[in-house]
């Protein structure tokens, strides 16, 4: 049995994707948009499997996965979407997904799919220590500390806290953060780690984004 977590904001697919992982043994944990994402499938809920819409009516499947990795859930993640151009893959990828399946979809091939991520499940890391992740207001916040962020700034500043202690390439940064194949400069790059500085100091984030300079950033 595998517990599974399900973010999935058409009724009708959520109730065909609950009844076929029920009737395969395993248990669900839902969620019907971003926010409950969030909230419903954390670390505490211990999910072993996510299964995550992209067009959510709140916020970007992409962002909330980067959101619950920026928070230590590090379960294997399955997009589900009507996106299937190869820049919309590589971007779920880049997110921190771990596999992508275009609707419609049959459904023997999403639990085979569910069976194999779960055969790989991912090593806890250590969490981000007191940043949360906002994905359906592209927001960050430590205690009752509050910055909004753009989201360039949320996707970078995520791809650093889903590892935080860990160097992060600046290719790897770049890749989460930015359209598959946008041209970034260093000195975009370095404007907005200056912008993210000042927005952690104003939440006192415990958190110091760093710079490691000819390898990429790291947030400790």
Avoid at 64 to 86: E, K, M, S
Avoid at 134 to 143: E, F, I, K, N
Wanted: with cysteine; hydrophobic share 45%.
């Amino acid at each position: 049995m595998t517990r599974v977590g399900i973010c999935e904001d058409d009724p009708a697919v959520r109730r065909v994707l609950t009844e076929a992982l029920k009737l395969h043994g395993h248990e669900v944990v839902i969620a019907r948009n971003g926010h409950e994402a969030i909230t419903n499938l954390g670390t505490a809920s211990e999910v072993e499997v996510l299964i995550i819409d992209i067009g959510l009516p709140d916020a970007d499947g992409r962002d909330v996965c980067q959101a619950l990795r920026a928070g230590g859930q590090q379960a294997p993640v399955l997009f589900l979407t009507a996106l299937d151009a190869v820049h919309d893959r590589v971007a779920g990828f880049n997110a921190g997904g771990d596999d992508y399946v275009a609707k419609p979809f049959a459904i023997a091939e999403i639990l085979v799919r569910i069976e194999a991520l779960a055969r790989r499940r991912r090593p806890l890391p250590q969490t981000g220590r007191g940043l949360e992740l906002d994905p359906s207001r592209y927001a960050v916040r430590h205690g009752q500390r509050e910055e909004r962020l753009t989201p360039t700034e949320f996707r970078f500043l995520a791809s650093l806290a889903a590892q935080p202690g860990v160097v992060v390439r600046r290719r790897a940064a770049v890749a989460a953060a930015w359209p598959d194949g946008a041209m970034v400069n260093e000195n975009t790059i370095d404007s907005y780690v200056r912008r993210l500085r000042v927005k952690l100091a104003a939440i006192e984030s415990p958190l110091a984004l760093e710079t490691v300079r000819g390898v990429g950033f790291v947030l400790q």
